[in-house]
Nanobody, 122 residues
Framework: QVQLVESGGGSVQAGGSLRLSCVPS????????MGWFRQAPGEEREFVAA????????RYSDSVRGRFTISRDNDKNTVYLQMNSLKPEDTAVYYC???????????????WGQGTQVTVSS
């Protein structure tokens, strides 16, 4: 069982930046593909970004591409989501996800964090 702990959420004005972090438990972090998702009130959870186990490959949703950057440090067992040029519509609970199986291009993951709130005011 993998446990994921997110941090770095908070409140920021439009145009500002935040960096989310996610630390999984366990020793096999470098074998996991990782993803970030978000869920706004009354909305379904949506894909934000993903990174391969090696960190060499990333992909993003159209709504965040060019503003958000996903990265990972396998030595520190941490995955990051750098969020720049934040907009009010980015307001949501952000979830980290992990899986050691399946394709990098899948949006299904076995392990999920509890989420961290990001609020962007206009």
């Amino acid at each position: 069982q993998v446990q994921l702990v997110e941090s770095g959420g908070g409140s920021v004005q439009a145009g500002g930046s935040l960096r989310l972090s996610c630390v999984p438990s366990g020793r096999a972090f470098s074998s996991y593909r990782m993803g970030w998702f978000r869920q706004a009130p009354g909305e379904e959870r949506e894909f934000v970004a993903a990174i391969s186990s090696t960190g060499r490959t990333t992909r993003y949703s159209d709504s965040v591409r060019g503003r958000f950057t996903i990265s990972r440090d396998n030595d520190k067992n941490t995955v990051y989501l750098q969020m720049n040029s934040l907009k009010p519509e980015d307001t949501a609970v952000y979830y980290c996800a992990a899986d050691d199986r399946g394709s990098f291009y899948q949006n299904t993951y076995n392990y999920w964090g509890q989420g961290t709130q990001v609020t962007v005011s206009s």
